[in-house]
């Protein structure tokens, strides 16, 4: 496999952890919080509530080509992390780790994905020529969506 790549991004929004924590476990907040460009659409929700094991089916499009893609929370432990893992998707390894923390009446908002391409050489070479910036330009667009909705 690919050396798997690592992308940390922070925020601190000025809302409570229980509230900052509920608005993340609803899964139909994630199309508000992902960028229009990527046509992103849930299909399925198995089991809910959101629980370790619920399996998340969702259709997107990356860069024109439509993909489904299934996430399972592996992790669930509120109000103070979660962790999906993709089992079927463009990724050899998506491990995506929601970190929660109170700070005073503030939430840090802690997101770790560790992250792999397939195809040796070219998914490298993908990588340095569009994936790690479109990553990027997701997280850039979650962090201002996310500064609309809690200040």
Same mark, same amino acid.
């Given at each position: 496999m690919n /050396?798997?790549? /690592?992308? @940390?991004?922070? /925020? %601190? @929004?000025?809302?409570? %952890?229980?509230q900052v924590f509920a608005f993340f476990s609803r899964t139909e907040n994630l199309e508000t919080i992902t960028p229009d460009w990527l046509h992103f659409k849930i299909l399925s929700v198995d089991p809910q509530p959101v629980q370790t094991g619920t399996l998340i089916n969702y259709e997107l499009?990356?860069?024109?080509?439509? %993909?489904?893609?299934?996430s399972k929370i592996i992790e669930w432990d509120p109000p103070h992390k979660f962790v999906d893992f993709q089992v079927r998707g463009p990724y050899k390894l998506w491990r995506h780790t929601h970190r929660f923390l109170a700070e005073d009446q503030s939430t840090r908002i802690v997101d770790e994905v560790v992250y792999a391409l397939p195809l040796g050489p070219l998914g490298r070479l993908a990588h340095w020529l569009m994936v790690k910036r479109d990553v990027e330009k997701i997280f850039a667009f979650r962090e201002e969506k996310i500064r609309a909705l809690f200040g």
């Open positions: /050396q798997p790549y /690592q992308l @940390v991004h922070e /925020q %601190l @929004v000025p809302s409570p %952890l229980d499009r990356m860069r024109g080509l439509p %993909l489904r893609w299934t």
